[in-house]
């Protein structure tokens, strides 16, 4: 039988999402709003994306998170927002986000990261969360 | 002085580089091979890329190579050869790195996916490792 | 004299638009509104878009406004609104629309195919249309 | 069980191609040519993007060719010489394959078209066929 | 000491701007506003695309400006409206501006050209400038 | 009649290139080589591209290239050869030219510049041409 991949999906959309009124099950939301123009678009989306690639074995899901929101970034996509949440959900750091943004720039350049920037600002204030480590912001250069 | 910037940025590139006949050097090459067309690019790549931006802290080496790849890819630059070595460099495992570009393809589709893993693939193959767990290949999606 | 190519763009246009309060003529308008800062922009849009490019043979109607949707979404431009009402105007079911959205997931990935999906949405309610066929929304994959 | 959506996929390859030396089953290949670092990839390349989307009602195959050409030469993405067989094997023809390259011009720009074209010329001569229709060549813009 | 690229890059961002309540002054705007979540991006901006990279001799600042919004328009990066009031501030005219842009449209296509004719044409509406020679708008390709 | 806009594409092209046995007539050739696909492209090139975008006032030569080639660079695609030949013949020293692709650095990122500069750097040793000024190589970024 094959409840078998849409199981996976939704186990592994559990995993991702903290269910509160804080954390938009966003992945899940995206299938079922658009039913009307595709009705199979949830089953791709649960099944493909979640129970076949998502839940597969190799990264772990911070990385993925990471994996995601670096492609997302680099295609010029700013809807990184749900993945943000996701990444602080699975035990990415705001360090860590913010640091996968800054790792961006001599890739794809600043204008690209600046516009991610200001998703994953706005996403830690609804959250609540901050940055604690402080990479020097004042010193100049050289010593 | 600043010599500081620039000796950060060897430093991060040592930690990046195994220096033997199957590792190139890629990263510092790069910035030499186009002394006579941009004398100042060596520095830029040392100083910035490397000393500025991947010994940022936030994210630990093994992140940083994930985020370079899959920008890399998302943007169908196959360059990305010089960061599969260099992820097994820091401790990626095989099963990682395959496991970042299969989990890019919900993101950015196949053809970019599949033109990455043909490079990883080569790289695997020089480097003499191989991926060890084994998702299911021959298994239909249920039962 | 050349009002060959004007002449030909222009009788292109009406084919592909159906004037009424609710299907805007889009493509004429695009270059108006630039009139200020490139007043030649209608002239190389009637002249090239629509009277050498849109009015060539080789693809019927449907065929190319297909065209022009894979690409926009491909870039991860969403403008393609005004391409969905031609669409319809030249004989597109919602299927046929929805469907080539569906079918760009493994080319581009799903969150460009999303974006479109969201005004694709928009047009079929201001059109008042919507799909007729059902693919199976809640059938999973086996039995 | 579910050999479904395998066999939906096997079932889309066999229609798309015409098994004969001078055509690849190019689709099919590519899974298998990632054995060794992604055993899943068959799987998922038969399942997903042939079982559940090349498979899927809405656009005929003809429309499914132009769609996947379309965002291939959109990305800048030269591999589209398999996507081109697959086209003439499911009935378009050249000018229309030609047709649809040229309507991309006003939308992608002529170096990303003329990338493509040099392909799908490699394609035509292999395959032994050509265009049948002669926009004017010579003629100036007026009469 | 190394104040000297910090410097380097504010004595060229003072070139680049003109201080009064009709120009913002974007560009250092840019890392301030990200202080919370990446307090070391102002000194990258500053150090390294400024001092480095924008005060770097090989082209004058207005070739630097087309080359800049060249570039956002070609990623189809709509923030170019920092760089249109740079460019005129250091002496770009609103026909080299708008001529730039047509320019791209061989190379990018239609729609992400419109897409910054509509910041440029706000950005002159603010600024109170306009294109001076007129192209001929109405006359047809020949005669 | 319209001869019109071709002679004057054809005037533009003889601006741009030099006839000698170095300089490729790439921009006629590409048209030229695919009129078996496509006998309608030579016209659409010459006419539109160099007779209504390339001709038209508003920037001049050494402008439209640097334009030209920062577009080819942002969107990866590495065809900049010819343009970069162009730019010499019109004009533009290798220390603008090489200039314009260090530009580029903070807004499409290191990967994409160099893939440019390589080309940029056939092209100078094919022509016999070399950058004059020596931004400072080795100096540290302080002192």
Redesign the interface.
């Known amino acids: 039988?094959?409840?078998?991949?849409?199981q996976k999906g939704m186990d592994k959309l559990k995993e991702l999402t903290i269910p509160d009124e804080n954390s938009p099950t966003g992945h899940m939301e995206?299938g079922e709003s658009?039913?009307?123009?595709?009705?199979?678009?949830?089953?791709?989306?649960v099944?493909?994306?979640f129970g076949?690639?998502?839940a597969?074995?190799?990264?772990d899901n911070?990385?993925?998170v990471?994996?995601?929101i670096?492609?997302?970034?680099?295609?010029?996509?700013p809807?990184i927002g749900m993945h943000v949440v996701t990444g602080l959900n699975v035990g990415l750091t705001?360090?860590?986000i913010?640091?996968?943004?800054?790792?961006?720039?001599?890739?794809?350049?600043?204008?690209?990261v600046?516009?991610a920037?200001?998703v994953?600002?706005e996403v830690?204030a609804e959250q609540g969360v901050?940055?604690t480590?402080?990479?020097?912001?004042?010193?100049?250069?050289?010593?």
Request: aromatic share 8%.
């Open positions: 039988m094959s409840t078998d991949r849409y995206v658009f039913k009307d123009i595709a009705p199979d678009l949830t089953r791709l989306v099944e493909f994306a076949d690639v998502y597969r074995p190799g990264l911070k990385q993925k990471l994996t995601t670096s492609a997302l970034v680099a295609q010029g996509t809807q705001p360090d860590e913010a640091g996968c943004l800054v790792h961006l720039i001599p890739y794809v350049g600043f204008p690209r600046l516009t920037m200001k994953a600002q830690f901050a940055i480590a402080k990479p020097e912001s004042g010193e100049s250069s050289a010593g």
